[in-house]
């Protein structure tokens, strides 16, 4: 096997002193020496170095190939950093790594906090709201940071979502000579780059979203059409979320099952005929923090079954229609589970159908809750839902 040509070399702010002796080695014998500037300027690599173009762009390192490269990466080149992103497009041969201990591991170290027991997310290139579904009460977190004026929108962030309690420390420039942490409310004068560390042993009961399926309606944007909250917990029990499972929602009305699908661990396409349940898909997406993990089509569903990524699970808002069915059955592979609601006496009928020829289970819910009658309570009954549970 020949010598892998390219190194991806985790940096500090320490610079050249924090390198092992490979990572020197690789250093010295690069002919490219890829980098932003504050890492160049670390290791000032002359003429060989060349900084990243904005937009980040990895076109030029590629192109590089058959040279001698370095790429410069804060820390741990494959824990929120570039590694990844550039491992993606090469052989394992290609490339050799050598890392560093990143910001995660850095503060962690300084606070005392068992990094396995820490949630560490990357936010210097994403939004805040991937911080509702994990923070709670006891729960610790280190996140990266874009730049100094990221820390008040954080703090701005934390106390309109109800997190304002919330221990905070800002970290700047780990690892070098210009490292500070700063406690507190009020943090001037930050440099970059920065990390914050939030602790919430402070906040009060009830903070944060809930682990289990059913959130609460209101904590979703729609106009009404929306799996309620009873019928969406049992719904996602039949439907089975697990990590890095796809789902596809059909009919998604306002995306209430495939966020919380997401929530889970999975990924979810929506389809959505109409354009503005599909924007009202997207907003809960970005809500919830998990946009990142939801594809959102607008059209109808049976010409795009086809082109479709394949799924793990479907469900079928509404009932659906025999031609769905047929075309659901034409394209997913066997074992693909799949949930149907629906609510009309039409919908019924065709899931009692698919029970007839494919088995699985059929279930009535019929769901009730107690509403004022004068100086009484009485029972306010909700539409029964019909829903079938079959595997393809």
């Known amino acids: 096997m020949s010598e892998p040509w390219l190194a991806i070399i985790g940096l500090g702010e320490d610079g050249p002193a924090g390198l092992s002796d490979a990572s020197r080695a ?26 990243w173009p904005v937009p980040f762009d990895l076109c030029p390192l590629l192109a590089c190939r058959g040279q001698r490269v370095a790429m410069l990466v804060s820390g741990d080149p494959f824990w929120f ?20 201990a990143g910001t995660f591991s850095l503060l962690a170290a300084r606070l005392g906090w068992r990094l396995e027991d820490v949630i560490c997310l990357g936010l210097h290139a ?15 977190v280190i996140c990266t940071l874009r730049d100094a004026a990221a820390v008040a929108e954080l703090s701005g962030w934390l106390t309109e ?24 409310c009020d943090w001037p004068d930050i440099a970059a780059p920065v990390a914050v560390a939030i602790d919430g042993a402070d906040l009060p009961p009830g903070a944060g979203l809930p682990r289990s399926s059913g959130l609460p309606d ?10 309620k909250a009873p019928v969406r917990a049992v719904t996602l029990s039949a439907l089975g979320p697990r990590p890095a499972e796809r789902l596809w929602d059909i009919g998604a009305g306002s995306g209430s099952v495939s966020v919380e699908w997401c929530l889970a661990g999975g990924r979810a396409v929506c389809i959505e005929a109409r354009a503005d349940r599909a924007a009202t898909i997207t907003a809960n997406a970005y809500r ?34 025999a031609a769905l069915y047929d075309a659901l059955w034409a394209v997913l592979p066997a074992g693909t589970r799949i949930v149907a ?8 009928g065709r899931l009692a159908d698919l029970h007839a020829r494919h088995g ?28 079938w549970r079959g595997t393809r």
Do not use: K
């Not at 690789?26 to 900084?51: I, S």
């Open 26 to 51: 690789a250093l010295a014998r690069a002919e490219v020496v890829f980098g932003a500037p504050r890492h160049l300027a670390l290791v000032d690599p002359g003429a060989r170095g060349q900084a």
């Open 288 to 321: 919830f923090g998990v946009a990142h993990r939801v594809d959102v089509r607008h059209g109808a569903a049976l010409p795009m079954l086809a082109g479709l990524p394949l799924p793990d699970a479907v469900f079928v808002g509404g009932g659906g229609d």
């Open 218 to 227: 209101d904590l979703f944007q729609h106009d009404g059409q929306i799996t």
């Open 161 to 184: 979502h109800g997190f304002g309690a919330a221990r905070v420390t800002v970290a700047e420039a780990l690892g070098g000579p210009r490292e500070r942490l700063r406690s507190g």
């Open 126 to 140: 994403a939004p805040f709201a991937r911080m509702w579904p994990v923070l709670a009460r006891g729960v610790r």
């Open 81 to 100: 950093g570039a590694g990844g992103s550039v491992a993606a497009h090469l052989l394992p041969g290609e490339w050799v790594a050598h890392p560093v």
């Open 341 to 348: 609601n629906g609510v009309t006496l039409e919908a019924e």
């Open 360 to 387: 699985g289970t059929l279930l009535r819910i019929d769901l009730a809750e107690a509403g004022q009658l004068g100086r009484f309570r009485d029972w306010r009954g909700a539409r029964p839902v019909v829903q």
